[in-house]
T-cell receptor
Framework: TQLLEQSPQFLSIQEGENLTVYCNSS?????LQWYRQEPGEGPVLLVT?????EVKKLKRLTFQFGDARKDSSLHITAAQPGDTGLYLC???????????FGAGTQVVVTP | EAQVTQNPRYLITVTGKKLTVTCSQN?????MSWYRQDPGLGLRQIYY???????DKGDVPEGYKVSRKEKRNFPLILESPSPNQTSLYFC????????????FGPGTRLTVT
């Protein structure tokens, strides 16, 4: 059972457009991470959010943690081809040391 | 350079032939973990280790073994591989202080025929 549901599964947009990726769960997480993975490589951490309602910005990427700490979103402004990749959210489960990943959102940004 | 290394990167084997995938990190991280990645399922945790000689099952441990005899190494052992273990495997490590901010290795593509 996937505790973290990501939507959409696939997103194809033109350079300069905005996009939002969602990560939802019925469980409360103590923290939530967003990773980006490129073909042939392991995931790379983008951000960690820990406080309900928290908003973090990383250049053109904005991450938000829901007030109830059950959901999160990633918004990319003016997407560029370099933003292409698989975006994964991950949450700490109720068992110390166990990390649950969503299935990922494949983002393709075309010039 | 701080990194997590895995070997081999690619492996094709036959059902039942024992194999080991090695994982090593040079960042003095206490926590290490193994994941498998399958299309549509994302990353699923196989085993993790909080420190030397301490290992725990993740969500999909069946058919796998691990050991943590040294802090830097965390090998994944498949005693009798089966075709349903064909997958992309990742090792990851982190500091206990930032447990879920993990550094991933480059992955090992395993095919079991």
């Amino acid at each position: 059972t996937q505790l973290l549901e990501q939507s959409p599964q696939f997103l194809s947009i033109q350079e300069g457009e905005n996009l939002t990726v969602y990560c939802n769960s019925s469980s409360v997480f103590s923290s939530l991470q967003w990773y980006r993975q490129e073909p042939g490589e392991g995931p790379v951490l983008l951000v960690t959010v820990v406080t309900g309602g928290e908003v973090k910005k990383l250049k053109r990427l904005t991450f938000q943690f829901g007030d109830a700490r059950k959901d999160s979103s990633l918004h990319i402004t003016a997407a560029q081809p370099g933003d292409t990749g698989l975006y994964l959210c991950a949450g700490a489960s109720d068992s110390w040391g166990k990390l649950q990943f969503g299935a990922g959102t494949q983002v393709v940004v075309t010039p | 350079e701080a990194q997590v290394t895995q070997n081999p990167r690619y492996l094709i084997t036959v059902t039942g032939k024992k194999l080991t995938v090695t994982c090593s990190q040079n960042m003095n991280h206490e926590y290490m973990s193994w994941y498998r990645q399958d299309p549509g399922l994302g990353l699923r945790q196989i085993y993790y280790s909080m420190n030397v000689e301490v290992t725990d099952k993740g969500d999909v441990p069946e058919g796998y073994k691990v050991s943590r005899k040294e802090k830097r190494n965390f090998p994944l052992i498949l005693e009798s591989p089966s075709p349903n273990q064909t997958s992309l495997y990742f090792c990851a490590s982190s500091l206990m202080a930032n447990l879920y901010e993990q550094y991933f290795g480059p992955g090992t593509r395993l095919t079991v025929t």
